[in-house]
């Protein structure tokens, strides 16, 4: 008997990309109808129109309605086409590069302009839609605990550096209330400031209100 062929591996590395591609649009339909009409107005019919998809593949690609605003959040924190763990994000791996809390705080300060500019809008959709829709508003409450966890890690990183002039805990609280997407709409969307002047602004209260007054550079 002659011997078996294996066949070649299949490659759905095309499919996945085609895949990835259309959760894209998506995303971006979804957004700008979230944007434009408000989370409740706001039907999944309307999104996949938008999306120029069949309704069921938005179902399929996101899931239903609040899954869908769940990966609107996270990939407008992380910056992707994906939620990405915050261990994993490009500015954290700079952040434990650096070797002083005045460096790891302008990294961060850095790279929140970015974040929040995709970010502080989504939120004054789950503000206008929380009472009518408590899902979205657990969503929330959800996203800033584990914000605030977040900020714990780095207020012991900052405190690790020995340069903390406050004790880790009042700087985790002070880093969370000021790195808020609320602070920032109120900022940037109401007062007009740009979000690279509120990126600097940050920076520089952060090394003024958590850091010994040896440790801030002068200006």
Do not use: N, S
């Given at each position: 008997m002659p011997p078996r062929v294996k066949g070649r591996p299949y490659d759905n590395s095309a499919r996945a990309q085609a895949s990835r591609a259309r959760q894209a649009q998506v995303l971006a339909a979804a957004r700008r109808l979230f944007l434009e009409l408000g989370y409740?107005?706001?039907?999944?019919?309307a999104i996949a129109d938008e999306a120029g998809v069949a309704l069921d593949t938005v179902y399929e690609l996101v899931g239903r309605k609040p899954d869908l605003f769940r990966l609107?959040?996270?990939?407008a924190i992380s910056g992707g086409?994906?939620?990405v763990p915050a261990d994993e994000r490009d500015?954290?791996?700079?952040?434990?590069a650096e070797t002083t809390a005045a460096g790891k705080l302008r990294v961060y300060a850095e790279a929140l302009p970015a974040i929040m500019s995709?970010?502080?809008?989504?939120?004054?959709?789950?503000?206008?839609a929380a009472s009518a829709e408590p899902?979205?508003?657990d969503l929330w409450h959800e996203i800033a605990e584990r914000r605030a966890t977040n900020m714990r890690r780095f207020a012991a990183e900052l405190g690790g550096t020995g340069q903390l002039a406050i004790p880790v805990e009042e700087a985790a609280d002070i880093i969370w209330a000021t790195n808020s997407p609320e602070l920032y709409a109120l900022l940037v969307h109401q007062r007009g400031w740009t979000a690279e002047r509120f990126g600097r602004?940050?920076?520089?209260s952060w090394e003024l209100m958590l850091l010994q007054q040896g440790e801030v550079p002068a200006r």
């Open positions: 409740v107005r706001t039907t999944m019919t609107l959040i996270e990939t086409e994906q939620a500015y954290v791996h700079r952040i434990h995709r970010l502080a809008p989504l939120v004054t959709v789950v503000q206008a899902a979205l508003g602004w940050l920076a520089a």
